[in-house]
């Protein structure tokens, strides 16, 4: 099974729920939420051409932002994921795209128009019940992929 999907970032002071990735998991058929990081940033990993959201947690100085990966379960071929990967990597101008979780949920964003990327929608109204005012604070950076 392939992952493709975003990182989160929000502030640390909005996740309240110490087990926000056991009942989002628990209750999510096909997305997962994976590598959740307190004051940690957010990095790129380049891997065959193509870019990659990641998070590490960051031992220098304390960042007040949380991230976490938002990610799809898909039951597509390797090739497929890497194809999804590089259109979002084409999409950003060779960077990755970062935009407010709003824009996607109002079907504003350019990746509202990636299949693979439709049911995050829905992930990002159920984190919004978990996370007071998700939606309005948080950003994503895309893409996230899980291929290996």
Known sequence: MFYVGVRIEINSRSLKNEKLQ?????NSNNTK???????GKITVNKKDNMLIACGKIDDKSISN?????VLVALEKPREDIERVVKIVNVLGNDKLIKEKVKTFVLEQSILNKISEFSQ???SFIILNELIPHFIETAWYYAPEAKIE
């Open 22 to 26: 056991e009942i989002f998991n628990t």
């Open 33 to 39: 939420i994976l590598e959740l990081y307190r004051n």
């Open 65 to 69: 932002l949380t991230n976490f990966s």
């Open 120 to 122: 995050l929608k829905q």
